[in-house]
């Protein structure tokens, strides 16, 4: 008699999909389980009184979607849009609502496969954008790409707003 096979040990190990992205020189990825889909820039209409980040609201077949700049969110400095900036869709849930928000990025990259045993943990310092952030740091072809924890970049935007401040600056980093 065998013993039995437990098909959950070997799936854990199986490589996640990431989008990868582009966004001021530096490569980002998101889970792809959380990109519900990519568009063309453009079609955003601004909402007085948010924060700079929050760069308007799109009309998503007939859904209400706030669009964030990820750029002026991790304090880079914002630039026009181009050729290749698209609003990259997510769905997640923030604090147990479902949420479809919109993310501004210089260009897609690629989704591309990291295993798990190419995550590095986020860096304690040296980071250009705030720690909590970042979910891990993936090696692909010998480079690092910074792994977003897309859940906590937009639930502490969202205290922000939430708690009414209108300096993006005040937020915690």
Excluded: W
């Amino acid at each position: 008699m065998t013993a039995p096979v437990h098909a959950a040990a070997p799936a854990a190990q199986d490589p996640a999909q990431y989008l990868s992205f582009v966004l001021r020189g530096e490569v980002y990825a998101i889970g792809i389980l959380a990109i519900k889909e990519i568009i063309e820039y453009g079609g955003l209409t601004a909402v007085p009184m948010m924060p700079p980040a929050i760069r308007g609201v799109i009309n998503l077949r007939g859904a209400v979607v706030p669009v964030l700049d990820l750029a002026l969110r991790f304090g880079k400095p914002a630039a026009e849009p181009t050729k290749r900036t698209c609003i990259v869709i997510v769905e997640l849930a923030l604090g147990g609502v479902h949420s479809v928000v919109g993310l501004v990025v210089d260009a897609v990259n690629a989704v591309q496969e990291i295993a798990p045993a190419d995550i590095e943990p986020p860096p304690a310092f040296g980071t250009a954008i705030a720690t909590p952030f970042i979910a891990g740091m993936g090696k692909v072809d010998g480079r690092f790409v910074i792994l977003l924890d897309i859940d906590q970049v937009l639930a502490i935007e969202g205290l922000g707003i939430a708690a009414g401040v209108e300096d993006e600056a005040a937020l915690p980093a």
